[in-house]
């Protein structure tokens, strides 16, 4: 997936007009209720899937309804400049990635993260199991080519990792068709989406995960504009308090939220939603969020994706960008 590499490539300014709009995104209205719901937007940086099911599990569930709010979920896609879109207010709440975070901070843009759905990373490597490949080192250091979003910290990081680098670093601009077709083409993507399509294709496919490398930033990452999570932090809190029955509900039962994102998004086929919600499910839960809840991130793993960004020079040394400033626990 493409969703979050390129969304860090457009994390140094502000776009206009970039809004997206969903009209099968509404929060169901509480009978009896005292007083209408707050219209409240949430911009995805892909299409509908597994991934963003417990947002939609919170809105059809009433849980956003219940807390004072009308979701309108906007559905993203292929460049879609959510960071931006929550610097200029044009989203109050936004799907990034930390390391988009960061960058745009180092920027002046006034971006923080607030909850994090995943808490490893499932990006990963996709190869045909006929290349005999043990390890990522295999991918980088043999002969064939491998897609991958070019520049972005996650190559830079295993380019570098994995020196010297043999294979052949093409674009990779979505999808799976080239992977398909030809036996010595790698790509990157997600084991909860990517993996499960090619497999299904009948591709047989190995899928080493990128976090194994050393580089697992936060990802399906809730940001909000500092601005309104220091003016109206009830409403953060609010939000998240909601998303997070969202997520709870929708790990111990998919297939409602899933039936309405296939609606939305019917190039994926109800299997894979399925699917996808499985496998995903201990990225998203684990020991750290049994204690801490669903959501909570830490200040070491950001102090150390700021220098991971800054050994690989997409971030200067000379940025004070301080972890503590990035994200924030006290709003779940």
Known sequence: MIRFALGIAMALGIVGGAEAASKDAKAPVEKGAASPLAPVKLALNWKPEAEFGGFYEAERAGHYAKAGFKVEILPGGVGT??????????????????????????RGADVVGVFSVYQD??????????RGFKSLADVFRSEGTLAIEMGSPMALHMEKKYAPVKVKRVPYAGGISHFLRDATHSQQGFVTSESLLAAQQGAKVKSFLVKDSGYNPYLVLVAVKGELWRKEPEKVKAFLRATREGWKAFNAAPAPANAIMRKLNPTIDEKTFAESAVVQRPFVENEFTKAKGLGAMTRERWAELIAQLKDLGSLKVSDQVKPEEC?????L
């Open 81 to 106: 400049p959510v960071v931006q879109m929550i610097a200029a207010g044009q989203t109050d709440f936004g799907i990034v990635s930390a390391s988009e975070i960061v960058l745009a901070r180092s």
């Open 121 to 130: 990373s499932p990006h990963a490597i996709l190869v045909h199991e006929s």
């Open 327 to 331: 994200f924030t626990n006290e709003a």
